[in-house]
């Protein structure tokens, strides 16, 4: 039973530019949520999706942004990006019920931006 | 969404049982406390939940005092695979109850040494 995957593992961008994270929940799950967690820190909650729809958003500009697909799969989009975005950028899924011991985090992908 | 606060960085010696204690004044009555694990380069991984008094699975024990003003997560006999952040979290055990987001705080760094 496969776990949270996300993809790329590793990017490097330039400022200004664009970039986009992929992430497939884990089998039976259908609610993605995206964390930033920046090094030595805690993650921090941009955003969630649920049914193709946001369901709660962090404290994130909206040069984040988000889509969820019918299969239940996500992307993250980050638009502009700033050298503070450097960061890894996990996908957690669940089941809608939201659980709090109920997320399977993947492994992340680690941006960085030059 | 209540605080938590929890020592920065901890080191113990294998074998050792280790005992890590988090805060949680202002926890609400509906309020659960959670704990995951992350290791490098990973995502968070759920480790134990309890609600009050006493929870013990296969990895670890937590601890609620009747105040439940704090918790303590204690793992027995460590190994150097459990080097690892330990995090503590306060907040509904659905996470639909209001609130869709994991609240991470910066937690825990737990060194084992050999």
């Known amino acids: 039973d496969a776990g949270v995957t996300q993809s790329p593992t590793h990017l490097i961008k330039t400022r200004g530019q664009q970039v986009t994270l992929r992430c497939s929940p884990k089998?039976?799950?259908?609610?993605v949520s995206w964390y930033q967690q920046a090094l030595g820190q805690g993650p921090q909650f941009i955003f969630q999706?649920?049914?193709?729809?946001?369901?709660q958003r962090g404290n994130f500009p909206d040069r984040f942004s988000g889509h969820q697909f019918p299969n239940y799969s996500s992307e993250l989009n980050v638009n502009a990006l700033l050298l503070g975005d450097s960061a890894l950028y996990l996908c957690a899924s669940s089941s809608v019920s939201g659980l709090t011991y109920g997320y399977t985090f993947g492994s992340g992908t680690r941006l960085t931006v030059v | 969404l209540a605080k938590t606060t929890q020592p920065i960085s901890m080191d113990s010696y294998e074998g050792q049982e280790v005992n890590i204690t988090c805060s949680h004044n202002n926890i609400a009555t509906n309020d659960y406390i959670t704990w995951y694990q992350q290791f490098p380069s990973q995502g968070p991984r759920f480790i134990i939940q309890g609600y009050k008094t006493k929870v013990t699975n296969e990895v670890a024990s937590l601890f609620i005092p009747a105040d439940r003003k704090s918790s303590t997560l204690s793992l027995p006999r460590v190994s150097l695979s459990d080097t690892a952040v330990y995090y503590c979290?306060?907040?509904?055990?659905?996470?639909?109850?209001?609130?869709?987001?994991?609240?991470f705080g910066k937690g825990t760094k737990l060194s084992v040494i050999p």
């Open positions: 999706y649920y049914e193709e729809e946001e369901r």
């Open positions: 089998s039976g799950h259908d609610t």
């Open positions: 979290l306060v907040g509904g055990a659905y996470s639909g109850a209001g609130s869709y987001q994991l609240t």
